[in-house]
């Protein structure tokens, strides 16, 4: 792949990736990120318009010639997931990531990189920095808050745009372009839970090690969900006499599928040397069945405080074994139309136990509509049988492909020049934002394609500097692509 760099082009499009990383950004805390885009835009002549939810929409004139070129829009968003270790002292809401290269890939020391989108964001920068970049005029969409059930999308007001043709920069995979993806939404059960007081000593079982992901771009490659684990280490232990749960809790995100899961419990001295080798057994058991996706997990006990404490009782701690070790988790269906397409997934990406409740927050995604209600039906029928409630939001439409569609033939026949082969086009189970707009904008014809970004919503996120770079050059020629005069 012999591709000529632009070393200025790139040398500015990382420059604004650098400047986005020092900004916190995260999922509803976006003011910030957006303010400094908006003042960059507006000191760069183009016109702004900034919603109440800190969506962005930035209009950028036509080169000279472009004129009559039909309005492109540029589409990313400006929130990230926001993961870090255990050690990591970073506040996200108010720190900047800590950005490192190693002259291969951009990644954050202890946290994600927020690659995922920012990179979209610094390409837009980065044209609306530079007038010598020939395009047509351009309608560049911003969104907020894409990370939690794509709110900025829904929210945004999109009457005033002219283009038809929405290039979506939301993909990791350099070389695939996205016609199409799954619909999805989050939702939230709580179940009731009661206590009682025992005395013992309170220690934590940790289980750690796992290798997370997306729950969407990763669902399909058996990973295991933290979550999902604690209820087989609760059923492993439900026989032991004198052991206790205080609470499980678990992941951050609910489209991130859990890394880690702590079961605060309490036991007596006797109990403890039981309580690890049946601990130690299931740990190797665990591993050899994960061993290809996760083979570091660890399963482990960590001793605390000797006191009283309130656990849940017999029946509450029943309730969250049932859950754990029953509600639906992973794929559920693979497409019969296309290839090893997931089509129905869900994950549950949250556990969190309170004082009198439960709390297990799922991702549901399916490129069937239909099938995406019926799962959220079982899954609030189970939650409802244990004595608990459910609720829905961030319900989004899928993205329907196009037959025919002029963008999808611009971008493969710009790759087939730029790269000297062809482009894989194919469809996501992941959710992107092209099934929200797709519905606010009469007859949008999308693509969404992106650089080569690994392990994204994770600690060990990581940009691939040459990958962007050939993506951005790829985009220019897209940009820079003029139709034909048609003869009289």
């Known amino acids: 792949m012999d591709i000529v760099m632009n070393l ?212 399909d490659k058996g990973r295991a969900n933290s979550n999902m684990l604690a209820g087989r280490v609760l059923l492993t232990l439900s026989n032991v006499e004198g052991f206790d749960i205080i609470g499980v809790s678990g992941g951050l995100k609910d489209n991130a599928i859990p890394r880690s899961t702590d079961i605060e419990c309490v036991y007596g001295k006797e109990e403890k040397e039981k309580i690890e080798e049946l601990l130690a057994e299931l740990n190797k058991e665990i591993v050899n069945e994960y061993y290809s996706s996760d083979p570091d997990i660890s399963i482990k006990l960590e001793d605390g405080e000797e006191g009283s404490f309130m656990v849940l009782d017999k029946k509450s701690r029943q309730k969250a074994e049932m859950l754990l070790n029953n509600v639906p988790c992973g794929i559920q269906a693979m497409s019969m139309e296309i290839k090893d397409l997931v089509e129905t997934s869900l994950n549950p990406g949250i556990l969190v136990t309170e004082e009198k409740k439960i709390v297990i927050s799922f991702s549901l995604r399916s490129s069937i509509e239909s099938a995406k209600n019926y799962l959220s039906a079982r899954v609030t029928e189970f939650i409802e049988f244990l004595g608990g409630k459910t609720k829905v939001c961030g319900d989004y439409p899928g993205w329907q492909y196009k037959r025919d569609s002029k963008l999808r033939k611009l971008f493969v026949s710009c790759y087939n020049e730029m790269y000297g082969e062809q482009p894989q086009v194919m469809a996501i189970h992941a959710g992107l934002e092209c099934g929200i707009l797709s519905g606010k904008i009469p007859d949008l014809d999308c693509i969404s394609f992106g650089p080569d970004i690994l392990d994204i919503h994770t600690v060990s996120e990581r940009l691939d500097i040459a990958s962007a770079a050939r993506t951005y050059q790829l985009l220019l020629k897209v940009l820079g692509h003029k139709e034909p005069e048609k003869k009289e």
């Open 8 to 219: 200025d082009d790139n040398r500015k499009v990382f420059g604004m990736f650098e400047k986005i990383c020092a900004i916190p950004h995260g999922s509803g805390n976006t003011k910030q990120i957006s303010d400094f885009i908006k003042d960059f835009a507006v000191e760069r002549g183009h016109e702004v318009i900034q919603d109440k939810l800190n969506n962005l929409i930035i209009r950028v004139k036509a080169s000279e010639g472009y004129e009559n070129e039909e309005t492109l829009i540029l589409q990313g968003h400006m929130d990230m997931v926001c993961e870090k270790t255990q050690d990591c002292g970073i506040d996200f809401l108010k720190d900047p990531i800590r950005l490192k290269s190693d002259g291969v890939y951009m990644y954050a020391e202890g946290t994600t990189l927020g690659g995922d989108d920012g990179i979209a964001i610094a390409y837009c920068m980065a044209v609306m920095d530079d007038a010598s970049i020939p395009h047509p005029e351009l309608e560049m969409i911003m969104t907020v808050d894409e990370e939690v059930g794509m709110d900025g999308a829904a929210f945004i007001d999109l009457s005033s745009i002219k283009g038809r043709k929405l290039i979506n920069i939301d993909s990791e995979d350099e070389g695939v372009f996205l016609t199409s993806c799954a619909g999805g939404q989050t939702l939230t059960g709580s179940i009731p839970v009661k206590r009682t007081e025992v005395k013992g000593i309170k220690g934590i079982i940790r289980i750690d090690g796992l290798k997370g992901g997306h729950s969407g771009c990763e669902i």
